[in-house]
């Protein structure tokens, strides 16, 4: 009990344990450090010291502001720099079309023979697709093939460039750009319109993911989970494949991938997912098809979601029916919903938090409204099941502005299980974790929070993760194995 | 334990059960309504679902966007009507020469004699003063007479449009004009810095506390605890006055208020404040006379507050002697302190929230980042001390942009003790309470939260406030009087 002491030491003393219960509640604290570990945290507490004192100072802080104000900021910043070094075990929240950077999209992609391009006049206004030949049916597009268009535009570098900031939700003036959630999400959607004419063409789809999988190793990931929507691929002849096709492209991936990578990366898995604005009847077929894949594949397609914007779709329990399937049928598909990605309060948005937790999902996408639902934060601590926390994507959808207020901040003060992870860091231009580790270490954690912290979310990510028991462990080396040599260059740099 | 249950029947009476359970949490959930209260209570929640279905169809939600942009659409709002019109008790966190409005300051303070305006460089650029004569030493300021400059500029509603704009923090686009908390606090101590001139004039400072008054009085308060920084009063020929002079000259008014209105309002109280940023042996003093004026004017002068920007000036624990000092001299000496009004975590400013509660704070100013702080939560619910939360106030200074994610949603989610106030309505042109009322019950809290939080909202007010408990008593017969006046208001509506 707080009680006020009457000497100034009696009180000091008292302040202190005080400050240490509450230290003892935090996320990370309890876990140990041992030999360098203590040499990096301080090399980290310093430079994160001084980052914090400087933004207290001058009352510019790179979390607080916009992250498209912000990048140029975190980049030179020395923090950063150490955590892109730092080995963050699994990105566990993900989406297929937005994991590799718009230049591979541009710089490969659209470099094939029989690449389209049009420019309609709905939001966002790019489309790409591939024909054997000039279509004629301009109605809806007028496609023209980007191979001419670059050459007669006399500059292909400001060509492409133009092609990139068509495609990606990067601006100077988001707050112009973005008025609000509903405009925000349009060019959102606008994205994938742009990039899945693209993606889904057969000859490029599996490039695509492979480049995926190497630029999320390159940022120090040793392992992914993909919400992948399964969508056809396609080829030049306009035949197209069907869902199982897909996943087997992305499992043909992942053995290459693997086999290249026996010792430091434990590849990929999927997790299928289907839009919440459909109908109960497609969705009831997404169920069955999601049953067979997953008992047909059950290592590699590990579960089920509800994917596109959460306030605008269907709330979960508009499927419910669909959705108790699998459990009536005494079949196993383990479910990964996103629920609660909104500011609204009492809405049939946040409750599909409460149908998450009762529909038994192994972990909560985003969870943005956890904190105003008390027998939610029961649950997810009783239940140990982790919110996959997106700052970027929270922040770039406009469900927080300063990240300091985002609600993550508040459970890990209190220890709740979170993840961390990117959503669709291509879209904005952030690394596949770096970016969002940087934001939750220094803008959403206290200023204490330190390497125990870092420790923490990033074995949980393994821990949190779909792979199996062994599977884990054999990840948990590799981290370990990358962890060493991470407190090594610190100690270097 | 929220586990899924088989068939869709034993769901969704299971999932009742989980909201049920939930909503057992929520402030005022359990207080009872009866007669009209019921009525009123399925107009207003008409009212706001359509408001809040509106907000979630095109985005554009006045909570939700900066109180600047809002203002004209929450004045056009029905359930804004209906909150102008309820009793709202007691306003507990306001601020002495921020509580009567702009405009009649202008239109009466500076139309009368002797009052000399200059224009400075400093951001927010205007001072006034009441001078005998023209001064001559226009070093720091080149003062010119008021009376004289209205004439000159030969449109008068013009130049005090003018006056008004550089006095209030009032702008078309608050992102451009105050892109950081330093730079609006800075404009926020210059809008004090302008009207302290006049409001100190011994002339004017009774009749501005006396307008402010009856403006609480006009937006169905009956109570106000205004924090004073008591600054000495002046004459024109120089005379000043010193702090005890300002607090009997607040008595005065208070007195002759309470005359007038024997049935329909209780006055106010005073609690002494002082600027965190001075020195200790400025606090030292302070606390002396703070004590002295406490035992002469026990139910006048209630208590001792530290303000001024909190993350500007020094915590708490920096005044540690001599806050000491009252409870090591066996004296008594409420306080109610500012504490934790900040975005950051793990810094001597959220942790004055812990020397808040050791020093016994009766309630805490703001606490924006007590949702950070499990084991202050514990102590708030224990020695049920209430949160005074300013929303707008919190977002015009740059705590928070989107209202729905202040910590309050929280605090209200799970039952935290709060008052609803204002902090400085002057100074952002907002009405004493009713404004803030309204992002509270729009915004902050439940979509399902009803006429029953705001039942408890009012209520609170009354119950911790300074008042004695007969005081109270009375305070509660004055507040249901206008509340069954209410009621039938919103009937007839
Ligand atoms: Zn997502
Ligand atoms: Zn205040």
Known sequence: LIQS?????????????????????YSGIDVPLKGKEWAVNDVIMTL???????????????????????LPYID?????????????????????????????LIKNATYRPHCYVCFTHARGNILFHYYDNQPTDNNTCEWKLVETERANSGDAEAYDQMLYDKISMITDDPHTAYPNQQIVWDYFNAYFAAVDGLVFYADVFKDYFRQG?????????????????????????????????????????????LNDHQHDSMGSRIIFTSIRSSTNEVINNVINLAMELHSKYPNFMKGFDLVSQED????????????????????????????????????????????????NSSRIGHGYAATKHPEVLLELKQRDIPLEVNPISNQVLKLVDDLRNHPASTLLADGYPIVVSSDDPATWGSTPLSH????????????????????????????????????????????????????????EM
């Open 5 to 25: 002491v009457l000497g100034t030491s009696l009180y000091l003393a008292k302040r202190d344990e005080i400050l240490t219960q509450e230290a003892s509640h």
């Open 76 to 104: 030179k910043s020395k923090v950063f720099e150490i955590i892109k070094l730092m080995p963050k075990g699994a990105a566990l929240h993900i989406h297929d079309n937005a994991i590799t950077d718009i230049n591979w």
């Open 312 to 359: 605008d779709g269907h709330p979960l329990i508009y499927f419910l029916e669909e959705l108790l399937i699998p459990t009536q049928a005494g079949k196993d598909l383990p479910y990964y919903f996103h629920a609660g990605e909104t500011n609204w309060q009492g809405t049939e948005t946040d409750e599909n938090l409460i149908d998450a937790l009762m529909l």
């Open 213 to 257: 999988l190497q630029q999320f190793y390159d940022d120090g990931i040793q392992f992914m989970e993909v919400r992948a929507l399964l969508q056809p691929t396609y080829e030049l002849d306009g035949t197209t494949y069907n869902s199982e096709h897909t996943l087997l492209e992305y499992e043909a991936v992942n053995t290459e991938w």
């Open 436 to 491: 969002d580790f940087y934001e939750m270490f220094m803008g959403i954690a206290s200023a204490k929070a330190d390497l125990r912290l870092l420790k923490q979310l990033t074995t949980d990510s393994i821990k949190y993760s779909t792979l199996l028991e062994e599977e884990k462990a054999s990840c948990m080396d590799m981290w370990s194995t990358e962890w060493d040599i991470f407190l090594d260059k610190v100690l």
């Open 48 to 70: 994160k010291n001084s980052e914090i004192s400087e933004g207290r100072r001058t009352s510019d802080f790179p979390p607080a502001v916009h992250f498209f104000h912000a």
